[in-house]
């Protein structure tokens, strides 16, 4: 006997119903449940219509009806189905919808009520406002909102060297304080901007070098430079007002960077789906460590995102993280794909068949997934020496030797002579270690004649049928959430004393910068696609009105990520007396001098 619910209700079912459910394995295909349309009668049946209301009628408007979406329950022993009815089409008798379950309901979450795919970067209905009217972090939850108040439960005004110096003292991040786990906020260098975003500029009170890295009380301030003056010192207890934004502002990009699992789970709650740790298997390992390298002054996740489709999106996670992301009704699960191959199997025995079973079995398929396929990464920007590119490969000579060391251990000097395998090696050589797999080539010693045997292209990509002497073959997959390049900006930390100029009743910028220090590095921009210059913290915690207005998509065509992990630290020394550190996180571990 089959059974139909649809939002809580029974439906009533004609009783020459036949309904044709087809399941195709998100494996393999981007499908998962669905049905053929189903009709159900509205004339004379009460039953359907508390359901659907009397849409048949011709005074009775359609259109939002038939763009609603119900949840449904499918019982026809041994199969019991849960997900998403739509309306298809309405007549004078009845309605007919399509049911849709698994993989295919998240595919129709992720389009609008004509059918369109909607757009990850123009999902701006995370957005929401905390019992004081404050914006919460539009999309990060209310992580440094929270944080303030907790400390200053009673404060009317927030006071912006008490924002800042919880921010540079760890305060803010989501091992600063229990509970919060959805952003960080880490140095990152825009090669576009020429600018880092997050940058530790401290700036004390006194003399230069007189208090720096001793606590004589002085405050922790950042301030608007005007030429080599600054602004006047505020008096102690000056603050920025919440909505006249007085006094004191600052010009340091502040780009808050969501772990990507948080964007993923966000996504699917704005989607109408929900997900608990229990269900999500990234939860629990190292890869829930991995955070958007985002260096946008904008606390909104659709601004950090590229122009990519909602199903694009999944995609991407998917091939990323080595998962599959299907619902169960209104309960969405990530699980690990090596895992749901096996998952879930039961046999039913069917001794009374109505139907035949028919199977279509696809030989030969042009294999997309990550598993075994030719996978590599689409980067934004890399450097040549990290990823080979396609026509500099298809100019060199490829090789395996089965004893590299011998070779580096042989000393090549300024000369590649014409000798056997092991000593015949020349510059347009590609060498393949036979037991580790990396590729080697030789490079000149700056501003030497001698050369030396370095690893080459180590994010060329994963080639498992590829022959060690073979040319790089096209990639079945290229992955588009990529490593984040790293850099070593001109200038590390920025300590500022401020001197008082009695001639001028000003005071003067004294700068120390520490030794740089290598930091995250992406091509893109700092300015949020609202537009707009460098941000400050106050305007992050209450930003103006026209930071709310949709923008235009981007071109950016990748998401960067970084590895953080609690107590990432890189220490950075100063001619100031002491060294100091600034939180790091890990992303293509290549450097670049930034001038």
């Given at each position: 006997?089959?059974?139909?619910?649809?939002?809580?209700?029974?439906?009533?079912?004609?009783?020459?119903?036949?309904?044709?459910?087809?399941?195709?394995?998100?494996?393999?295909?981007?499908?998962?449940?669905?049905?053929?349309?189903?009709?159900?009668?509205?004339?004379?049946?009460?039953?359907?219509?508390?359901?659907?209301?009397?849409?048949?009628?011709?005074?009775?408007?359609?259109?939002?009806?038939?763009?609603?979406?119900?949840?449904?329950?499918?019982?026809?022993?041994?199969?019991?189905?849960?997900?998403?009815?739509?309306?298809?089409?309405?007549?004078?008798?009845?309605?007919?919808?399509?049911?849709?379950?698994?993989?295919?309901?998240?595919?129709?979450?992720?389009?609008?009520?004509?059918?369109?795919?909607l757009y990850i970067d123009e999902l701006h209905n995370i957005i929401t406002k905390d019992e004081r009217g404050f914006p919460a972090i539009g999309g990060l939850g209310s992580v440094f909102e929270k944080a303030y108040r907790e400390k200053k439960p009673n404060?009317?005004?927030?006071?912006?060297?008490?924002?800042?110096?919880?921010?540079?003292?760890?305060?803010?991040?989501?091992?600063?304080?229990?509970?919060?786990?959805?952003?960080?906020?880490i140095p990152i260098y825009s090669t576009a901007d020429k600018v880092t975003a997050n940058e530790r500029a401290v700036v004390y009170w006194g003399r230069r070098g007189k208090y720096i890295g001793v606590d004589k009380g002085a405050k922790v301030y950042e301030m608007t430079n005007d030429g080599r003056r600054i602004a006047p010192f505020p008096a102690e207890g000056s603050y920025v007002d919440a909505n006249q934004q007085e006094h004191m502002q600052s010009d340091t990009a502040f780009a808050p960077q969501p772990f990507l699992v948080?964007?993923?789970?966000?996504?699917?709650?704005?989607?109408?789906?929900?997900?608990?740790?229990?269900?999500?298997?990234?939860?629990?390992?190292?890869?829930?460590?991995?955070?958007?390298?985002?260096c946008r002054k904008t606390v909104h996740i659709a601004h950090m995102l590229p122009h990519w489709t909602v199903k694009e999106f999944i995609r991407e996670v998917q091939n990323f993280f080595g998962v599959l992301i299907t619902t169960e009704g209104r309960r969405a699960r990530i699980v690990r794909k090596r895992n749901a191959y096996g998952d879930g199997a039961k046999t039913h025995l069917i001794t009374q068949p109505l139907d035949e079973y028919t199977a279509t079995v696809e030989e030969n398929a042009e294999h997309k997934d990550t598993a075994g396929a030719n996978v590599a990464y689409k980067f934004a920007e890399v450097d040549k020496r990290m990823q080979l590119p396609e026509d500099m490969e298809q100019k060199l000579q490829c090789t395996i030797e089965p004893d590299l060391q011998a070779v580096k251990n042989a000393g090549r000097g300024n000369d590649f002579s014409p000798g056997g395998n092991l000593y015949g090696f020349k510059e347009e050589y590609i060498i393949t270690?036979?037991?580790?797999?990396?590729?080697?080539?030789?490079f000149r010693i700056h501003a030497t004649e001698q050369w030396q045997l370095e690893v080459i292209d180590p994010m060329g990509g994963r080639f498992p049928n590829r022959k060690s002497n073979a040319k790089r073959p096209k990639p079945d997959v290229e992955l588009r959430i990529v490593p984040v390049q790293t850099a070593v900006p001109a200038k590390g930390i920025r300590y500022v004393a401020l001197v008082w100029n009695e001639k001028s009743r000003r005071y003067d910028e004294r700068a120390d910068f520490s030794d740089p220090t290598a930091i995250m590095a992406t091509a893109d921009t700092v300015r949020d696609p609202d537009g707009g210059g460098l941000l400050s913290v106050h305007d992050v915690l209450y930003p103006k009105s026209s930071d709310n207005a949709q923008s235009e998509p981007k071109a950016r065509d990748v998401i960067e990520v970084a590895y953080y992990e609690e107590g990432m630290q890189q220490p950075v020394h100063s001619e100031a007396e002491h060294p100091d550190y600034i939180p790091a996180a890990c992303g293509n571990p290549f450097y670049v001098e930034q001038e």
């Open positions: 006997m089959t059974n139909l619910y649809i939002d809580g209700r029974q439906a009533v079912l004609p009783t020459d119903t036949q309904i044709k459910v087809t399941t195709e394995n998100p494996l393999f295909t981007d499908a998962g449940t669905y049905t053929l349309e189903v009709a159900l009668p509205l004339e004379g049946c009460a039953d359907n219509q508390r359901i659907f209301g009397p849409i048949h009628r011709a005074d009775v408007l359609k259109t939002e009806l038939t763009a609603k979406r119900w949840p449904f329950v499918l019982v026809a022993p041994p199969l019991h189905i849960e997900g998403t009815a739509r309306v298809s089409s309405v007549d004078n008798e009845g309605v007919k919808i399509q049911l849709l379950a698994g993989r295919s309901a998240l595919n129709d979450a992720g389009k609008n009520a004509d059918g369109e795919d404060a009317d005004f927030v006071f912006y060297y008490d924002v800042r110096a919880m921010w540079l003292h760890g305060e803010l991040t989501h091992r600063g304080r229990d509970g919060d786990a959805e952003t960080v906020v948080v964007v993923v789970e966000r996504l699917l709650k704005a989607l109408g789906f929900d997900i608990s740790p229990e269900d999500n298997a990234i939860r629990g390992t190292w890869q829930e460590r991995i955070i958007v390298a985002n270690n036979a037991k580790t797999g990396f590729r080697h080539a030789y």
